[in-house]
């Protein structure tokens, strides 16, 4: 574009100036931090642990992310969800190897932003954005105060009934809101806690925001809101972790260990949906007793018998197994 300034007024010369001075130290300013979240080698394996390293991150409004594809394969970053498809806030196209997509986040993606690869679903991460003062959601005091913490608590239950009854009357959008609101006000009972070095209680609320995100979760689902399921089942996931570390603080690495399988469970079905059931040898690594070890309706949990790994199996399948030898029905 080319620019006659012969006949502007001096006034409008000034303005103008003034304008690129802005856009200049505008711009200077706008990267804040760049995160970069790589796409590995192997990620288009549905069986691979880790698809997006870093798959969780935590930015502000101007942030850059440039995600980089490591991978033999193509992939895409497309903001939504595989189940409900892009929500048009950003699309790579087609990367290949070693090719980069950016984004700059925008003051209108405060909150919470989840995308996946359209050409491998299973593959999804979310990005939190916090609000223009570096915050996120949940604020608490500054060194701790039980009488907040309780407050928060009264607020979450309150919230937590309401949308039981909008979800037993259809209102499945409106449940799912309430049910978020729950979430936050435990969220930040359990943060109270924290800081009052009450590690117990603190395992308690995370343990219960981490149970109404899931079924923030899934009323979003019965919506048909796929990408706020993927969200809020992220959210559970990450409360459960919270849990399972105030759990380990205690001293009690088995409920911990609990904690944990749920997070990885959590993020199992911000992938696949809310029937995803976590594979049994995943299951193992993290429940020190088997009898724990859960399998998707109309399975049975069977353990080989050479090397005790378990595996879910139809009952019809299990029968025949047993009467092998091949596996028994406990361990």
């Known amino acids: 574009m080319y620019l006659d300034l ?15 001075f802005l856009i200049t130290i505008t711009t200077h300013d706008v990267y804040a931090k760049t995160f970069d979240v790589v796409i590995p080698q192997g990620a288009a ?21 440039r995600w980089i594809n490591f991978d033999t394969s193509t992939h895409t970053v497309t903001s939504g969800s595989f189940q409900g498809g892009t929500n048009g806030i950003f699309n790579s196209g087609l990367l290949e190897k070693s090719e980069v997509f950016t984004y700059i986040i925008d003051p209108s993606d405060i909150g919470n932003l989840s995308y996946y690869c359209t050409l491998h679903p299973w593959m999804n991460g979310i990005i939190t954005v916090l609000d223009p003062e570096g915050m996120p959601v949940a604020r608490v005091s500054e060194s701790g105060s039980l009488e907040a913490a309780l407050s928060n608590i009264g607020e979450a239950q309150s919230f937590a009934d309401k949308a039981k009854e909008l979800g037993v009357t259809g209102y499945d959008n409106q449940a799912a809101v309430s049910y978020i609101q729950a979430g936050i006000n435990y969220h930040k009972a359990a943060l109270e806690y924290t800081l009052l070095e009450d590690h117990e209680n603190a395992a308690k609320y995370h343990h219960e925001a981490a149970m109404q995100h899931h079924n923030a979760a899934i009323h979003f689902e019965k919506w048909q809101d796929f990408t706020q399921s993927v969200i809020q089942h992220y959210q559970s996931g990450v409360h459960h972790h919270f849990a399972g570390v105030s759990h380990e ?9 609990k904690h944990f399988a749920e997070a990885i469970l959590q993020k199992g079905m911000a992938k696949f949906g809310s029937d995803y059931t976590l594979p049994p040898k995943q299951q193992m690594r993290w429940l020190s007793d088997p009898s724990e070890i859960s399998c998707k309706d109309g399975l049975n949990i069977l353990f080989k018998s050479t090397t005790k790994e378990p595996a879910c199996v139809k009952p019809e399948t299990a029968t025949k197994l047993i009467e092998r030898g091949w596996g028994k029905s406990n361990s």
């Open 249 to 257: 603080m205690m001293g009690d690495p088995k409920t911990a260990s």
């Open 45 to 65: 394996n549905p069986t691979n642990l880790i698809h997006f390293l870093h798959s969780e991150i935590t930015v502000s409004i101007n942030d850059k992310i």
């Open 6 to 20: 012969k006949n502007w007024s001096f006034d409008k010369v000034i303005v103008f100036l003034m304008l690129v």
